[in-house]
């Protein structure tokens, strides 16, 4: 019997991010804003990603998280991750979980220039990350470190709001296999991941935005070697935002548009899913 | 058998139990209020405005502000040695809610007090603090107006800071245009 320990390790590379109160008015894409000093914020996201080519998958990805504005620019978070997996007849075999701890996360946030103040934001993101459950559904030790330049631009009075990231997180995924024998073997495996996405959102009543974005993920293999991209997908949908005094609260609807390869349509269904659902909620104390 | 697992529709029921309620209006202060504030024992005479499309045009272009509302209410201020003052209410966005305040002008259109009515946000309260609404005080027409120089900006509510530094230059350039003469 071969036991599989996947070990993987993340280095991103980016940077570019505004801030100026930490408040998200889309689900995948960050806005500048960032946490006043000495003030604190708690959010809670939940993700829900199902729809593959065959079968059944779903997945709900948890996250609590704890902010903390340590200077007008700096914001530091932790947070805790938790997942639920339900997969039948795919190839890697079938996955029961409804709830599960998954990881910690850390998050570094610096804004750089603010939209209020300087005409356009800029915020540099810096994400470290350990868990033990992939994303899709199996277990497996990954480290990671993800970076992310993030831009905003306000228009009409600040009622219109554009955001967007470039995400550039390159990986390198040891892969452990132990012998009946008990010899080790391992296995390197490098990996790029690059995303690109953006918001547009409007206040359309006071403390409502209403808008969608769209997001563009590609996936490249032993990208040290030459840049071959393996697979990618857009997605892009509606984003609903509520403000108010202390708690905030997005809703974001992500179905995959297309992507490649696509054998059995036009959906990249290997690496990504059907479509994706995500809620954040913050309240700020 | 077992059954295919969280829906997302386990997850919208969720979202709707812990959403926000409705926010509670922070009143600082009533109109009246602030009117006897200002300018105590006067009399207050409605002299609002509703804009023609070229009055808006030409406030937007002298104070830079483009986004106001088509009423602009204004009252006069007497006493018995005749005016004291203009005493005009406006509102301008916060990040979620309106912001109301009220600035009271001399008869030559120098800011001498502003007022926050009304407050609603999560951060910034200090719009309220006596320091920063002082910096506006004998402001008037022309004097320079930006937030991160001639105003102190207030951290975490930028927005705020300044939305309400624009409303105050508008309301200057409103003086200036349709008061000073009438």
Redesign the interface.
């Known amino acids: 019997m071969k036991r599989v320990v996947t070990l993987g390790v993340s280095l991103a590379g980016l940077v570019a991010t505004p801030a100026q109160a930490d408040e998200q008015y889309f689900g995948y894409t960050y806005s500048s804003e960032v946490l006043p000093k000495g003030e604190t914020e708690a959010e809670l996201w939940v993700t829900d990603r199902r729809g593959k080519d065959e079968g059944h998958f779903d997945a709900q990805d948890y996250r609590l998280e704890l902010e903390h504005g340590f200077t007008d620019r700096l914001t530091v978070a932790g947070y805790a991750n938790f997942a639920g997996n339900h997969i039948r007849g795919l190839d890697d075999g079938n996955v029961d979980r409804d709830f599960a701890f998954r990881g910690l996360s850390a998050e570094f946030k610096y804004n750089v220039l603010s939209p209020y103040k300087d005409g356009f934001g800029l915020t540099l993101y810096a994400e470290p990350g350990w868990s033990r459950i992939h994303g899709g559904g199996e277990r497996g030790t990954e480290y990671e470190l993800e970076f992310k330049a993030i831009v905003q631009k306000n228009f009409l009075d600040d009622r219109l709001i554009w955001a967007a990231n470039l995400t550039f997180e390159p990986e390198w995924e040891r892969e452990v296999e132990i012998e009946d024998s008990g010899e080790r073997e391992v296995e390197w495996e490098k990996e790029l991941k690059l995303e690109l996405s953006s918001g547009l959102s409007y206040r359309v009543a006071p403390g409502w935005f209403l808008g969608g974005e769209a997001r563009y993920a590609s996936v490249y293999p032993d990208w040290t070697n030459g840049l071959h991209r393996e697979t990618y997908a857009v997605f892009a949908g509606p984003a609903v935002h509520y403000g108010g005094k202390n708690w905030w609260a997005t809703l974001s609807y992500q179905p995959q548009l297309f992507g490649g390869p696509s054998p059995n349509g036009s959906r990249a269904l290997d690496e990504f899913e059907k479509r994706e659902l995500r809620l954040k909620l913050g309240y700020n104390f | 058998m ?1 059954n ?5 529709f386990t ?2 029921p ?2 709707v139990a ?6 509670q209006a ?1 009143v600082y202060m009533s109109v009246a209020q602030a009117q006897q504030a200002m300018f105590p024992g006067a009399k207050f005479a409605d002299r609002s405005i509703t804009f023609t499309d070229a009055q808006r045009k030409m406030i937007a272009r002298a104070s830079g ?3 106001f509302a088509r009423t602009q209410h204004i009252w006069d201020a007497r006493n018995g040695g005749g005016r004291a003052g203009w005493f005009i209410l406006d509102r301008v ?1 916060g ?4 912001i109301t305040y009220a600035v009271a002008l001399t008869p030559e259109g120098v800011v001498k007090r502003v007022e926050i009515l009304e407050y ?4 910034g309260g200090e719009v309220r603090s006596p320091a920063w609404r002082q910096q506006f005080v004998g402001k008037h027409f022309g004097s320079q107006l930006k ?2 120089s001639d105003i102190k ?1 207030i ?5 705020s800071s ?2 309400i530094t624009d409303g105050i230059r508008r309301l200057l350039a409103t003086y200036e245009l349709l008061l000073k003469n009438g």
């Open positions: 077992r295919a697992g969280a829906s997302w997850i919208i969720a979202a812990v959403a926000p309620a409705p926010l922070t502000t483009r986004d966005i990040k979620h809610e309106y609603r946000e999560t951060y937030l991160g900006n951290s975490g509510a930028t927005l300044r939305h």
